[in-house]
């Protein structure tokens, strides 16, 4: 099982971009689908993107298509998330998530990361 840490949230105006970082732990980062949920206060988590073990499969929810993007690369150990034109809404704790290849549920959850977007 890995082990994920995000980093590189923090307080950032509308219209301003961050770069989100997971760092697993292990040798087999490169046996996991990733993807990245966040959860608003008062809200359910929601999934944000998500990407396949290679990283030549991608997935994003309605609300990020166009302005978020989602990578990997296996050889750090590592999975990104590009935000750009945020919004206010963008809002949330932003979580990392592993689900081993061949598996229907997620086995890891990193501790998440704040995003904070001002108006």
């Known amino acids: 099982q890995v082990q994920l840490v995000e980093s590189g949230g923090g307080l950032v105006q509308a219209g301003d971009s961050l770069r989100l970082s997971c760092a697993a732990s292990g040798r087999t980062f490169s046996s996991y689908a990733m993807a990245w949920f966040r959860q608003a206060p008062g809200k359910e988590r929601e999934i944000v993107a998500r990407i396949n073990d290679s990283g030549d499969s991608t997935y994003y929810a309605a609300s990020v298509k166009g302005r978020f993007t989602i990578s990997r690369d296996n050889a750090k150990n590592t999975m990104y998330l590009q935000m750009n034109s945020l919004k206010p809404e963008d809002t949330a704790v932003y979580y990392c998530?592993?689900?081993?290849?061949?598996?229907?549920?997620?086995?890891?959850w990193g501790q998440g990361t704040q995003v904070t977007v001002s108006s």
């Open positions: 998530a592993a689900r081993r290849i061949g598996r229907s549920v997620v086995d890891s």
